[in-house]
């Protein structure tokens, strides 16, 4: 029987894989061009509602339709089970995440545009904020996620009624 941290190792591999190979299809759909610069889509460039909850990044007609698709897959085998709780939701909420962080880190690593050479505040304007060598995003969502990975992996409290 695996072990339930083996697991979460097995699973966080598995959400960096979806994340390679969805960096590799927004290569091939964005190209050079980053954050949708030149697709055929509606942009709002600022709004004060950007710079809270976005980064200061601009939202896009792609992106409003991409996030919440890669939130209701991950959402999927919850469904399918007919199983949810907050645990579950904690695991799902830290995967998409890191889904998300790895994602975007392989799509500058992968694409022949870029490279990790040009992973720079310089060479990136639509990751308006760094700490370090990283988007304040790598962090702060890194953070999170493995916050809500340790809680989803803790037992929970036995009542003293029932011990």
Sequence with gaps: MTRPHGRTWAMVLWV???????ANVEIQIEG??????????????????????????????YHAWVFPFVALFFHFPAVFAGQWSWRIEARIIACIMLFWIAE???????????????????QVPWHK??????PTDYWTMGAVAASLLWLSQRRPAVSRNEA
């Design 32 to 61: 050079a061009a980053g954050w949708a610069a030149n697709l055929p889509t509606w942009r709002v460039e600022k709004h004060w509602l950007l710079d809270i909850f976005w980064g200061g990044r601009a939202m896009t007609g």
């Design 16 to 22: 960096l894989l979806l994340g390679y190979f969805f």
């Design 129 to 134: 904020h760094w700490i370090a060598f990283a």
């Design 104 to 122: 975007d880190f392989l799509w500058f690593v992968l694409n022949p545009a870029y490279g990790i050479a040009r992973f720079t505040p310089a």
